[in-house]
């Protein structure tokens, strides 16, 4: 059914600093047209899930403005450029929103955030072997660092108190790798 479906234009409504806002008119199959919202992440994203030598995850706390509260996930952020590969773009995120570097990041899974209407998409590594380095937030963060244990977060995220599906993948990922 969906090779029927088919795009018979797309318009920019929005054009942001690393999202860009469409509406799609649609053909269905039955031959009626609906517009479609699209929203186009530009550059990507990575997320790490850091692992201390005791087994505790670092996380980070901020504030999200899209649910006008604070959020408690692993660092991430958006590539610098296309031309970034993720796996760099973890490592600064880590040394940037924690303080700490690694030596030993390693590709952990590829998620897609929100399929029915945008097509970001995040590269998660796992970061082992962490060194204290230079904490750096960019100018408008503000975050908090924190220190769990896999099976503390997997109760939050089985509590409904973690959402985030960046977050909960990779923890949820992590902690079946470990069983293994």
């Known amino acids: 059914m969906a090779e029927q479906i088919r795009r018979l234009e ?53 504030y999200r403005n899209a649910l006008e509260r604070e959020t408690l996930e692993i660092p991430a ?10 796996d760099v773009c973890a490592a600064r995120e880590l040394e940037e929103e924690t303080g700490y570097r690694s030596d030993n990041i390693t590709f952990l899974l590829s998620l897609r955030t929100t399929v029915a209407f945008c097509d970001e998409y995040v590269d998660v590594y796992l970061a082992r072997d962490l060194k204290p380095g230079t904490r750096h937030l960019d100018e408008a963060e503000s975050i908090d660092v924190e220190y769990y244990t896999v099976e503390e977060l997997c109760g ?13 993948s990779a923890i949820l990922a992590y902690s079946n790798m470990r069983e293994k």
């Open 156 to 168: 939050m995220i089985y509590g409904g108190k973690l959402q985030d599906a960046k977050t909960v």
């Open 77 to 86: 952020g958006c590539r610098d450029s296309l031309e970034e590969g993720t």
């Open 10 to 62: 797309r318009k920019l409504m929005y054009q942001g600093a690393i999202l860009d806002i469409y509406k799609d008119t649609m053909q269905l199959p039955n031959g009626s047209t609906e517009a479609w919202d699209f929203i186009s992440h530009r550059m990507g994203a990575a997320a790490v899930l850091p692992v201390l030598p005791d087994g505790r995850i670092i996380m980070v706390r901020q």
